[in-house]
């Protein structure tokens, strides 16, 4: 298994439910916002590594199939013989698919009174040679510096917009 993690800063969530009582639950709306955009950055990442492409514009460079690989009986049978991280599309398709994903996908919602998380990934097996997610040679799920701005404004967007509705039906 594999996945991404972001820990954001969520004093303005937590003064926001201290301040108004609420739950964390309140936060799940912006955790599936997330997930979708997520999925749409992984799109793009797929899209940035694909024939020709190797990264650039934020994204990492992967490691570039060895000659003998790209040679190999595997790869040559492979719908995407050509292409880095793709052999079956099962990893792209488990990371993209909106909805609950694939058989492949790893997505749990939590959110009670104090804890609103979001677990997403991929339950694939992934070669130890690829480099796996702590920062190897073909690092498949990542948050850019942008995208980790995105999902700042984003939160700070849909607390504006809670405390904005607080206040409404406060007067």
Known sequence: MFS???IWNAQQAQDYLKA?????KEMKPLLL???EDYRKEQRRIFASHSVGNNGGG?????KPLSPAYVMSHIKKSSRYPQAIMRLTGRLEKALTVQGVGTPDTIL???TNDKEAMLEFGANLPYAAAAGGV???SRQ???IT?????RMTDQANHFLSGLIAANRKGNT
Do not use: C, I, R
Request: proline share 3%; hydrophobic share 45%; aromatic share 16%.
């Open 33 to 35: 916002l997330w997930l």
């Open 58 to 62: 934020g994204d990492l460079n992967w």
């Open 140 to 142: 498949v799920m990542y």
């Open 20 to 24: 108004t009582g609420k739950s964390a």
């Open 134 to 136: 702590q920062g190897g």
């Open 145 to 149: 510096p942008q995208f980790m701005a």
């Open 4 to 6: 991404v993690e972001f």
């Open 108 to 110: 749990h919602v939590t």
